[in-house]
């Protein structure tokens, strides 16, 4: 069985996390199965091209309606296109994708692989709202795409996705990313060391930092390690004003969302290969962090982790047996356990629907 796995963007390491736990999920579920993977990368670019042009902002700002050209994608190969569709019997997209952010840019991906009657799994997925508008949205672009099945990662995406006219079926499992321990187990480490992984909540990083004791190692890493190359590149007296506004400009909009202060820090790690992160995160003694996804690697391998950020992406801790004390993660490893089996099992029987 050919199996195509659709990824996302590497703009963050929580990415990673969900992806790399897809695959190994796939390959529990489906172990004769050979994957591919596409990204939707260069879709990101364009629909950021768009979404973030002076005339959107402005007519967004002025409470006029906006429409995204259908053509914007027009510009990119779809790689789906020229992909032999009978050489492929499942597409399957997993993670924080039912939003108005991550839905428009896989639209395209989704289209052609309906015109090619490829069917599709939504796995393990939620969204990063769940207002009215978004539901309404979401539910628009869905009921289009009619995929085979919807396995979603939290209840309430459930209750709004599950009823979708054309899937067949609607699941509620858990998220991709507690199976990044079976996709991956580092080297064990000699030394004893906390993590603080803070993106958002820099004060806290701060204000966490110098509560342990002296002899005790505290790391500082960023889930978003790919922009700070940016932020190194050096212009001359006349350019380097214009440069700094737009940086500026750009991170108050989440596109260039690091933080510079890290450097101010000591010591910090960033990387990027999550293998790397995996291996700190599977040795820490602890780790402290506003990321989702670092708080599920760090569950997934059996480390202590505390969070404290409020986000709806936080629900799927729910469904994975996952609640929290004082920001602290509590575990019931042995109903994560029978939620990553129940999962398994869920995609080996809309699989055999199949004919595999």
Known sequence: MNVLLVKTWRLNIGNEVIENGARALIQKAL?????????????????????????????????????????????????????????????????????????????????????????????????????????????????????????????VAYNEYSDIEGV???????????????WYQPPPSSNKFVLLIFDKMVSKARELSDSFPEDLEVIHLTHRPFNYVYYTIHADTFAR??????????????????????????????SDTIKDYLFLLSNALEIHSDRVHAVVAASSYGTDSYFYFNTPRALLFENAGVYFADNKAIVDYSLLSKKKKSMVRVLQDIVSDLGY
């Open 31 to 155: 172990p004769e199965s050979s994957i591919y993977e596409f990204g939707a990368y260069q879709y990101h670019v364009g629909y950021s091209r768009f979404r973030y042009s002076i005339s959107y902002v402005l007519r967004s700002k002025l409470g006029l309606e906006n429409h995204t050209p259908e053509e914007w994608h027009a510009t990119f190969k779809n790689p789906v296109e020229l992909l032999d569709g009978k050489f492929i019997d499942v597409a399957i997209l997993p993670g924080c994708i039912l939003d108005r952010y991550s839905l428009p840019r896989l639209y395209p991906i989704l289209t052609q692989l309906k015109k090619k009657k490829i069917p599709i799994i939504l796995l393990g997925v939620g969204g990063n709202d769940y207002s009215p508008y978004t539901v309404k949205y979401v539910k628009t672009l869905l009921s289009k795409i009619k995929p085979l099945a919807v396995v979603t990662r939290d209840e």
């Open 168 to 182: 067949k079926y609607a699941v509620n499992e858990i998220d991709c990313g507690f199976f990044i321990s079976d």
């Open 241 to 270: 004003p214009f440069i700094e506004f737009s940086r500026k400009i750009l991170a108050r909009r989440g596109l260039l969302g690091s933080d510079l202060s890290i450097f101010k820090r000591r010591p910090i790690f960033m």
